[in-house]
């Protein structure tokens, strides 16, 4: 198992520790006042909390199992929602608690993230998948104005952006370049797709992660060998599982796509591979 995984289960021991310790200190306070209501009340109030204390044992040990297994477990993909909103600003601030930098847990959300919704992904036609790549991942030195039309690229091969607008025609998906959180916002309501492969650092990852759900959103952690927001650049081969688990194809499935085509009549023929 892998360090972000790791650190998500060790992450998540800590808050059911801490959210048992709280629920008990919630039950033992007002013990003594609860009990001259009726002589009941401290054991309803009681259960009520290890029932509510249980749901969420149980919800968290559902997405543990999953994340620990590779697949889905039962209902693990529709834990998703409680994992980003309420799971993961915990393993924030615990992290913070003991250390542990930001990146790192971002790192594991982004991990487990991408895993839970591999777990039980449904194919998608290549047009409703959109591959949203930052907009350092462009040459320093390239004057071309890609943000508004990624098309406007001369496919110098300077930069990645001529292999990602390639791949996109030959498969039929679209693609677009982002500079943050409200371009890309733009971006998705324009082009309304039903996924995103999401290329980014760890905290534009997370934020369009956590901005985007329901929609899923496979994130790919960029690199950074000239430090951040300039000259970044991506392992290709991730970007192109993903997109391929998204569309139901594996990775073979590209070489039968002999010369590239246009988006209309990729569309037909990735659908027929
Ligand atoms: S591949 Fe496109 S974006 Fe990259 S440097 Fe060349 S023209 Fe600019």
Redesign the pocket.
């Known amino acids: 198992m892998g360090q972000p995984k790791r650190l998500f289960i060790t992450l998540t021991f800590m808050s059911i520790t801490i959210l048992a310790i709280l629920f008990f200190l919630v039950w033992f306070i007002p013990f003594v006042g609860l009990k001259t209501i009726s002589p009941f009340m401290p054991l309803i109030f009681g259960s009520l909390l290890v029932l509510f204390f249980m749901v969420i044992l149980f919800g968290t040990s559902v997405i543990i199992i999953a994340v620990w297994r590779g697949k889905d477990f039962g209902f693990s993909y529709h834990l998703r929602g409680a994992f980003i909103k309420i799971l993961f600003p915990i393993m924030i601030f615990l992290g913070k608690l003991v250390g542990i930098p930001r990146e790192k847990v971002q790192q594991s959300f982004i991990e487990v993230n991408n895993q839970l919704i591999r777990s039980k992904i449904k194919p998608f036609p290549p047009e409703k998948l959109l591959l949203l790549l930052p907009h350092c991942i462009?040459?320093f030195?390239?004057k071309?104005k890609?943000t508004g039309n990624i098309y406007n690229?001369?496919?110098?091969?300077?930069?990645?952006?001529?292999d990602f607008i390639e791949f996109a025609e030959t498969i039929g998906i679209h693609v677009a370049v982002a500079t943050g959180g409200t371009l890309a916002r733009r971006i998705i309501v324009e082009k309304r797709p039903k996924a995103i492969v999401a290329v980014a650092c760890e905290y534009d990852l997370t934020t369009g992660i956590q901005d985007s759900y329901p929609l899923p959103v496979l994130g790919i952690l960029n690199e950074r060998p000239f430090g951040p927001c300039i000259n970044t650049t991506v392992d290709v081969k991730k970007v192109k599982e993903a997109i391929f688990d998204f569309l139901g194809k594996s990775m073979d499935d590209i070489d039968k796509l002999k010369t590239p085509v246009y988006i209309k009549s990729k569309v037909k023929k990735i659908s027929n591979l």
């Open positions: 462009q040459n030195d390239c071309v890609i690229c001369k496919r110098c091969g300077k930069c990645k952006i001529k």
